[in-house]
């Protein structure tokens, strides 16, 4: 009784990868007063840097575990400055490396609240050595499991406003999807996931895409990505073939830790969507597609594998209005979410679909292949409704125009001098594979 209550220390961590400098932090704080951690939740993270490796659960539980920590509460923005308007902390410990960067804009407005609470801001020496993308580099190390990826998706799903997903058809085009990230002004941009695209993997093959490529073909190429990579994976399942196939696809994919699988309704000769109705274009009767997704959600093991129902009806020269019909009784049928594809250039029908979709089914979510109508921005189709983007070709359709063109250069020069600058260093491609010894 009577003992005066200590100050309030305010840290924000994201405890993904407990390190020395978060230790020493946690140790200034002590030194101040009675430390309160402010937890980034997933979303607090996802659109800056990548989601973490261990749920907010388990992070939780590592940092109220940590010595001087009294008490653990989420912080649900990037930034800490709400919370240190509501906790009102005497002192807010950082490490002095936000000064510059993507986090500076953070340190201004936790600044600014800081003023506004009458707190203190105590600024301690970065401890060297550890950067996000060292952190990235031991998660990767770690590696995954069929089950960790395949939940990845929906963690994705629940921490971001729009996934961002790019075909992979091979290793080294998976290993892009995984490691490539651009820094800008509010954080570090990357792909959450890939698409293992019926198109893409038919024509690296030399193969029209009309599912002449079987599952087990495609199986054995997709286990080429999963070595190499960790982020989640959506399957381009075609039609899913009759029911009982459909229910075997559904399976595998689901035992080697792919997160989704998207069907189209369409029937007969399958062709590739983006032919319009220059080809034919048959759709499947609703309720035949309807049995089909009841088959692969009974066949399913997990809670959180996805089997989502492409809607053809606008390449096949129909209505917005009867996919939306379609959706409703796929939604029924028990999908759990609606890709809508359309090879129009404006985007209307897209966003039309988008908006009166949205309007009676809040939380199913909405995929979209924005190939021809490419001028919209993520944020833009965000606004429309979509939860998942999906760059569908892009990969394959880079890689044939460069090798064209060396090709060409060496056939005009006869040598390949004139192709090597526009060849990737020998030593670059002897040690692009992470690991090479
Ligand atoms: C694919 O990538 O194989 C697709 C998308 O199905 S599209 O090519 O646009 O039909
Ligand atoms: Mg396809």
């Not at 006869?414 to 990737?424: G, I, T, V, Y």
Request: charged content about 25%.
């Amino acid at each position: 009784m009577g003992e005066d209550m200590a100050d309030l220390v305010y840290i924000t961590l994201k405890g993904d990868v407990i390190h020395p400098g978060i230790i020493n932090v946690i140790q200034e704080g002590t030194r101040h007063g009675d430390v309160m951690i402010g937890l980034m939740t997933d979303s607090a993270i996802a659109m800056h840097e990548h989601i973490p490796y261990l749920s907010y659960e388990q992070r939780f539980d590592v940092v109220s575990n940590i010595k001087g920590v009294k008490e653990v509460v989420p912080q649900n923005e990037w930034s800490c400055a709400d919370n240190i308007r509501r906790y009102r902390p005497r002192y807010l410990v950082h490490g002095d490396d936000w000064k510059e960067g993507y986090m500076a804009s953070v340190r201004d407005e936790a600044i600014a609240a800081l003023d506004e609470v009458g707190g203190e801001l105590v600024e301690i020496p970065y401890t060297p050595g550890v950067t996000a993308s060292a952190v990235n580099e031991a998660k990767r190390a770690i590696g995954t499991t069929p089950d960790m990826r395949l939940r990845s998706l929906r963690r994705a799903l629940a921490a971001k406003p729009v996934v961002r997903i790019i075909e992979a058809h091979s290793g080294i085009s998976g290993l892009i999807a995984e490691t490539l990230e651009i820094v800008t002004e509010d954080g570090i941009r990357y792909f959450d996931g890939m698409w293992s695209s019926s198109l893409t993997d038919s024509v690296s093959k030399g193969k029209p895409d009309i599912e002449a490529v079987d599952l087990t073909t495609r199986m054995s190429n997709l286990n080429n990505i999963l070595e190499c990579t960790t982020k989640p994976i959506i399957y381009d399942g075609d039609t899913g073939g009759i029911p009982e196939h459909f229910v075997f696809m559904v399976r595998t994919l689901e035992r080697n830790g792919i997160s989704a699988v998207i069907i189209e309704d369409k029937m007969g000769l399958k062709q590739n969507s983006l032919f319009g109705t220059s080809v034919k274009q048959e759709l499947a009767p609703v309720a035949e597609f309807c049995e089909k997704i009841k088959a692969g959600k009974r066949a399913q093991v997990t809670e959180e594998f996805m089997i989502i129902s492409r809607l053809e009806s606008l390449i096949a020269g129909h209505s917005v209005e009867e996919a939306l019909e379609r959706a409703d009784a796929y939604i029924l049928a028990g999908t759990d979410g609606i890709m809508i594809h359309s090879k129009e250039k404006s985007g209307d029908d897209i966003k039309e679909f988008c908006t009166r979709f949205r309007a009676k089914h809040p939380d199913v979510p909405i995929v979209l292949v924005p190939t021809t109508y490419n001028r919209f921005t993520e944020e833009e189709l965000c606004e429309w409704g979509a939860n998942i983007v999906i760059y569908a070709n892009h990969m394959l359709r880079a890689s044939y125009p460069a090798m064209v063109d060396v090709a060409t250069t060496i056939l005009k020069n006869k040598r390949s001098l004139e192709a090597d600058s526009k060849c990737m260093p020998i030593k670059e491609i002897l040690t692009i594979i992470p690991n090479t010894p």
